[in-house]
């Protein structure tokens, strides 16, 4: 009986580890201007892009997007980012990242990583998991609040 609870304390354990976290800096307030350029990853899902849009517009932001491998512009806050998602009976966000840059230096920074094991927790919804990462990055969120949220059954159920 002694090992039947401690093999499952142990999975218990386990399965903890092995949700989505994020980690990362939020960009600090007095870096963020009007305008903010976001540079576009022709290797990302459209959809990520369309979410820091939605993010960007919801929060009244003004921003432009610009073509992939576009210089900076060194007075304007220029967000790049990129995600890859995997495929495990179904297609996930399994790992992201989303940095800020302004006058040539990285302002802030937010990474979004699903660790490769059997929880279920991997299969949220990826727009609610950028918004998140996007949340943080505007420092409306820190990294720990965004990985509760991100692992709570509301933002978890697939699409």
């Given amino acids: 009986m002694k090992k039947i609870i401690l093999l499952s304390l142990a999975s218990l354990s386990l399965v903890g580890c092995g949700a989505p976290r994020y980690m990362g800096n939020a960009v600090p307030e007095t870096n963020i201007k009007p305008e903010i350029v976001v540079i576009k990853d022709n290797e990302t899902r459209s959809g990520f892009q369309d979410t820091i849009e939605s993010w960007l517009q919801e929060h009244s932001y003004s921003y432009i997007v610009v073509p992939d491998q576009s210089k900076h512009d060194l007075s304007k806050l220029t967000l790049e980012y990129e995600g890859h998602w ?46 998140f990462m996007m949340d943080t990055l505007f420092g409306l969120m820190t990294p720990e609040q965004a990985t509760k949220a991100a692992n709570s059954s509301s933002s978890t159920s697939p699409k």
């Fill in 86 to 131: 995997g495929w495990d009976l179904a297609l996930y966000l399994k790992s992201a990242e989303i940095t800020a840059y302004q006058g040539g230096q990285r302002v802030g920074e937010v990474k979004f990583k699903v660790p490769y094991t059997a929880n279920p927790n991997k299969f949220g919804d990826a727009s609610k998991r950028i918004g």
